[in-house]
């Protein structure tokens, strides 16, 4: 069996930082691998590498997260042909600071459950 170098993308079920780290690992683990970008926003991942989609996907599942197959195809090419200086260059006016984040929201898969089963007023004896 030849391998040969791909590009998959996947969309992914991704809710909190805990879920983006989660997903990225579980993908790490996998030889062949030549590079891989998370998109949290479209929630999907893109793999370029000699690696098994199905594969993939099913690992994802095994670990409870929701994974489904966008594309697989050859990886886009770098273009080589552009000339330095033809883009536009980002003005520093519209470059505004980011003084306050709003914290990312957290999955209730990825939230800690604590029980406590102490109750002091309890009497055992009968």
């Known amino acids: 069996m030849r391998s040969f170098l791909q590009k998959i ?4 079920s991704i809710m909190c930082n805990k879920c983006a780290v989660c997903v990225m ?3 790490a683990k996998f030889d062949g691998i030549t590079s891989m970008v998370l998109d949290k926003d479209k929630s999907t991942v893109t793999i370029v590498g000699t ?4 594969l993939i996907v099913k690992a994802l599942r095994k670990a409870k997260k929701l994974a489904e197959i966008v594309t697989v195809g050859q990886p886009d ?7 330095p200086g033809t883009g536009k260059k980002p003005d520093d ?3 505004k600071p980011e003084l306050c984040k709003d914290l990312p929201p957290y999955c209730k898969a990825c939230t800690y459950v604590v029980y406590d089963d102490y109750q002091p007023n309890l009497c055992i004896i009968i």
């Open 9 to 12: 993308v996947l969309k992914v």
């Open 93 to 95: 006016a519209e470059k």
């Open 51 to 54: 690696v098994d989609a199905v």
């Open 25 to 27: 690992s579980i993908i």
């Open 77 to 83: 090419k770098p273009a080589d042909d552009k000339k």
